[in-house]
């Protein structure tokens, strides 16, 4: 079975430029989680979404980050305009549920992108 | 505030040799998930064990098995026979309910040949 999958898989742009990273769930899974990995910060939730819809973005850093999900396969995180301080790598995770009723969801990561930003 | 200590930053082992990584945390809550990851040098972020905190028995998992003490909120990690591949990043990750996944700042274990 196919894991969780991201796209681009390194990515290197300049300050100002647009960024966007993908993310393809485990087919069934209904949550889907955005993280950022830094050595100064760790790993940091950014948002994620059950049944499409996002629950908490709270994490999000500032408006110049949005994260979408317009169907259960597929999401983005965009990052608009980029600096040099969101260089980082950003995981994508998936889990079958994260209500509170919260059972065993594990979650599943991808790869990661690893985001630099010149 | 929920709050996870990983007390090793750095441990070195020799290779065979059994290797214990502690973890406490911090929850008022009395129902949560204990989770483990492993994070190699080549930075994919892997499910290794979990525990739930009424489960009446350790979680097993191959050569992983959780040390799950709950009064004392600690869910230390005890791998088996270690092996080069076990050279990583290991993070404690609980999560209470009504929450996500609370993320310690993991220690970094290098098993010597």
């Known amino acids: 079975d196919a894991g969780v999958i991201q796209s681009p898989r390194h990515e290197v742009t300049e300050m100002g430029q647009e960024v966007t990273l993908r993310c393809k769930p485990i087919?069934?899974?209904?949550?889907l989680f955005w993280y950022r990995q830094t050595m100064m910060r760790g790993l940091e939730l950014l948002i994620y979404?059950?049944?499409?819809?996002?629950?908490?973005d709270s994490g999000m850093p500032e408006d110049r980050f949005s994260a979408k999900m317009p169907n259960a396969s597929f999401s983005t995180l965009k990052i608009q305009p980029s600096e040099p301080r969101d260089s980082a790598v950003y995981f994508c995770?998936?889990?079958?549920?994260?209500?509170?009723?919260?059972?065993?969801?594990?979650?599943?990561f991808g790869p990661g992108t690893r985001l630099t930003v010149l | 505030a929920q709050k996870i200590t990983q007390t090793q930053p750095g441990m070195f082992v020799q290779e065979k040799e059994a290797v214990t990584l502690d973890c406490t945390y911090d929850t008022s809550d009395p129902s949560y998930g204990l989770f483990w990851y492993k994070q190699p040098s080549s930075g994919e972020m892997i499910f290794l064990i979990y525990q739930g905190s009424y489960d009446q028995q350790n979680a097993t998992e191959g050569r992983y098995s959780l040390n799950f003490q709950k009064a004392r909120k600690s869910a230390n990690l005890v791998i088996s026979a270690s092996q080069l591949g076990d050279s990583a990043m290991y993070f404690c990750a609980p999560r209470p309910s009504n929450y996500q996944l609370i993320w310690g700042a993991g220690t970094k274990l290098i098993i010597k040949p």
């Open positions: 995770a998936s889990s079958l549920t994260s209500g509170p009723e919260w059972g065993t969801d594990t979650q599943y």
């Open positions: 979404f059950n049944n499409n819809v996002p629950i908490d």
């Open positions: 087919s069934g899974h209904n949550s």
